[in-house]
């Protein structure tokens, strides 16, 4: 009960502005989005959809998470963020993806997907989570990342190194989301990088709802 309970108030928080003319009742598609970021494969969703006499391309479902933008909640205070950074292969090129947990919830913060990795990019990286959540008075806290280690030091801000831990709650993460992508491995097939961009902030709302 309790994680249908937290399953039902995830599907509240999708909103589905982009929506013009669709055919397909929104309770089912905020459902459909809610089950695939869960760990459901799109022809799992579309075959749940086909249960209520929907039938649907998956790469309808997977255009509804794309346009619906989705986050986490910005606002948080930790008082300690766990940072880490890892790499993600798009078809035949790599990217980092930069993250930033909460080790005391396990919500994620903020992700960002980068084609390199380089103290300038960690200390954008850490802008842009500074904008979104109030981490001036946090401990962050590192595991052997010398440009985030870097960045910290150019911002001011109090670090770390730890290797367990607080630190567990990132590589959690990570691991997580190297199961959700194909063949239990961290790649995308066939994506850009804005289309992972955007697949992994959705997956973070996921995760932060159902954590």
Same mark, same amino acid.
């Given at each position: 009960?309790?994680?249908?309970?937290?399953? !039902?108030? !995830?599907?509240?928080?999708?909103?589905?502005?982009?929506?013009?003319?669709?055919? /397909?009742?929104?309770?089912?598609?905020?459902? #459909?989005?809610?089950? *695939?970021? #869960?760990? &459901?494969?799109?022809?799992?969703?579309?075959?749940?959809?086909?249960?209520?006499?929907?039938?649907?391309?998956? #790469? +309808?479902?997977?255009?509804?998470? *794309? $346009?619906?933008?989705?986050?986490?909640?910005?606002? $948080?205070?930790?008082?300690?963020?766990?940072?880490?950074? /890892?790499?993600?292969?798009?078809?035949?090129?790599?990217?980092?993806?930069?993250?930033?947990?909460?080790? $005391?919830?396990?919500?994620?913060?903020? /992700?960002? &997907?980068?084609? +390199?990795?380089?103290?300038?990019?960690?200390?954008?990286?850490?802008?842009?989570? !500074?904008? =979104? *959540?109030?981490?001036?008075?946090?401990?962050?806290?590192?595991?052997?990342?010398?440009?985030?280690?870097?960045?910290?030091?150019?911002?001011?801000?109090?670090? =770390?190194?730890?290797?367990?831990?607080?630190?567990?709650?990132?590589?959690?993460?990570?691991?997580?989301? =190297?199961?959700? /992508?194909?063949?239990?491995?961290?790649?995308? #097939?066939?994506? !850009?990088?804005?289309?992972?961009?955007?697949?992994?902030?959705?997956?973070?709302?996921?995760?932060?709802?159902?954590?």
């Amino acid at each position: 009960m309790e994680e249908f309970g937290r399953l !039902s108030g !995830s599907i509240d928080q999708i909103e589905l502005d982009f929506v013009e003319r669709e055919a /397909t009742p929104e309770f089912l598609m905020k459902l #459909s989005i809610q089950l *695939h970021l #869960s760990g &459901l494969s799109l022809s799992n969703t579309v075959s749940v959809l086909e249960i209520f006499g929907v039938k649907r391309a998956r #790469s +309808t479902v997977h255009n509804w998470i *794309h $346009k619906a933008d989705l986050q986490p909640t910005s606002g $948080k205070s930790p008082d300690h963020v766990a940072v880490d950074e /890892t790499v993600i292969q798009l078809n035949d090129d790599q990217y980092w993806l930069y993250a930033a947990v909460d080790p $005391k919830t396990n919500e994620l913060l903020y /992700t960002s &997907l980068e084609p +390199t990795t380089n103290t300038g990019l960690a200390e954008v990286f850490l802008a842009e989570l !500074s904008e =979104k *959540h109030d981490v001036a008075d946090a401990v962050f806290l590192i595991d052997g990342a010398h440009s985030l280690q870097a960045a910290c030091h150019h911002a001011g801000y109090d670090f =770390k190194y730890e290797k367990h831990g607080n630190r567990n709650a990132v590589e959690r993460v990570f691991r997580e989301l =190297k199961r959700r /992508t194909i063949c239990f491995s961290n790649c995308f #097939s066939n994506a !850009s990088a804005d289309t992972a961009d955007d697949w992994l902030r959705s997956f973070s709302f996921a995760w932060n709802q159902l954590i």
